[in-house]
């Protein structure tokens, strides 16, 4: 029902989904966050999105922006798109201060929302791993004092730099409290070495 996405770097996952059934999964800043929103809290939401006359606006990319004539811009890189009961908008961000008002008073509701009830840690059936070495040099040295923990050896060994857990070892990892929620990053010790793990959702959410 509502879709937010922001694609960027290594996890261009949703940020905000809201399925017909209540259940919104989002992105609190750290990790993704589940809940199960009751029918009158989903119809208060999308009644205030409604309002904003998002459902009436065009289909079109230009109609989305009043911008001035002849204005220049390229082709924007990472961006933001939202999707509410099918009617889509991407937000270009070098044309932001241009969207029209329904666009961007229906993306204040959706960023600003802030549920209730039984909040926990989101994870997907399918959890990605990218691996590097402590001295690969993609990420500063730690403190002698940073906590390595051992990695499971019933998981697939973290000798590759990208790792697709099945349901059932993505199962085992989240049993594990290895992580408490996705995207994680932490330092794990398989076979005397030392490697940088995080955590994503699937790629494409």
Not at 120 to 149: A, C, H, M, Q, R
Request: hydrophobic letters at 35%; a negative charge; proline letters at 7%.
């Amino acid at each position: 029902m509502v879709l937010m996405r922001c694609i960027h770097v290594y996890a261009p996952f949703p940020k905000f989904v809201l399925y017909e059934d209540g259940q919104l999964i989002y992105y609190d800043g750290s990790k993704l966050l589940e809940v199960f929103l009751t029918s009158e809290e989903v119809s208060n939401l999308m009644g205030r999105i409604e309002q904003t006359g998002y459902f009436k606006i065009g289909d079109s990319f230009e109609e989305h922006y009043d911008m001035p004539k002849g204005i220049q811009y390229g082709e924007g890189g990472w961006g933001v798109s939202v999707s509410v009961k099918g009617k889509d908008a991407y937000i270009h961000p070098e044309l932001t201060q241009y969207l029209i008002d329904p666009i961007k008073d229906a993306v204040s509701i959706i960023q600003s929302y802030q549920p209730t009830g039984n909040i926990k840690p989101y994870f997907s059936k399918n959890i990605e791993l990218w691996t590097v070495t402590i001295d690969s040099g993609y990420f500063p040295t730690p403190e002698p004092d940073v906590k390595v923990t051992d990695w499971l050896e019933e998981m697939p060994p973290l000798n590759k730099f990208y790792i697709q857990l099945n349901e059932s070892e993505t199962e085992t990892l989240v049993n594990s409290n290895y992580f408490s929620g996705v995207p994680g990053f932490k330092l794990f010790r398989q076979d005397g070495i030392t490697y940088w793990v995080l955590a994503c959702p699937p790629w494409y959410g």
